[in-house]
């Protein structure tokens, strides 16, 4: 599911950045401009909706039960946001897509600061992804506000920075599966010398604990 929504972030940038080169609008609605502001917001919200559920998703345990629930909050609103984006006047929905692309930027990186402290690898990772789509984000709204005109590799930034979050999570998720793959192969293999290895197998595969139990039945047993 991770994998999927870092995919997923990774398209919605790159679709974002198209609907801002006009790419979009050329090819695909070249007589409907309003088709194309629809699809810059949509993207825009869109990707920060996939940013607070990634954000979720990888911090969970790291987190307080009340910094989920703000996470939870924020992503609702970002999702109204989204809905509203189809009845509201396009420049009303993109300067609220814009506020909320920034509240995620900075709480992203203020969330990722906060799991910083347990000291996990996975904490580690995301904090450097997190330090890499702020400064990413910030340069390319700089951009389109007007504040880094001088700067014009800046409006690419943020999906610069999406692509690098992206791949970090992507080693980080993949390291963890693979030490949980290793620390289950080993534990099997210690079990497998006390009882059968297919019964260690069924065990394995029913993805359940052990428990203790049996049935009652009637015996013979004969002494020599």
Not at 85 to 98: D, K, L, R, S
């Amino acid at each position: 599911m991770a994998f999927l929504a870092l995919a997923t972030m990774v398209l919605m940038s790159a679709a974002w950045l198209a609907t801002l080169d006009g790419f979009v609008y050329q090819v695909l609605w070249p007589n409907s401009p309003e088709w194309n502001a629809l699809a810059a917001t949509t993207c825009l919200l869109a990707l920060t909706t996939i940013g607070f559920a990634l954000c979720r998703m990888f911090l969970e345990e790291l987190l307080s039960a009340m910094v989920n629930r703000v996470i939870d909050l924020l992503t609702a609103a970002t999702v109204a946001t989204l809905v509203a984006g189809f009845f509201v006047p396009y420049n009303v929905a993109i300067q609220v897509a814009m506020v909320l692309m920034l509240i995620y930027f900075l709480s992203n990186l203020f969330f990722a600061t906060v799991a910083l402290k347990s000291g996990e690898t996975r904490a580690r990772s995301f904090f450097v992804s997190a330090v890499c789509l702020t400064i990413g984000g910030l340069l390319t709204t700089g951009f389109i506000v007007g504040w880094v005109e001088a700067l014009p590799m800046a409006r690419y930034a943020a999906p610069v920075g999406v692509a690098i979050m992206s791949a970090l999570l992507s080693v980080s998720l993949s390291d963890e599966i693979g030490a949980v793959k290793r620390t289950g192969e080993s534990l099997q293999a210690s079990f497998s010398k006390f009882v059968p290895s297919t019964l260690v197998g069924q065990i394995v595969a029913s993805g359940e604990a052990p428990q203790l139990g049996g049935e009652e039945r009637e015996a013979t047993i004969l002494f020599a």
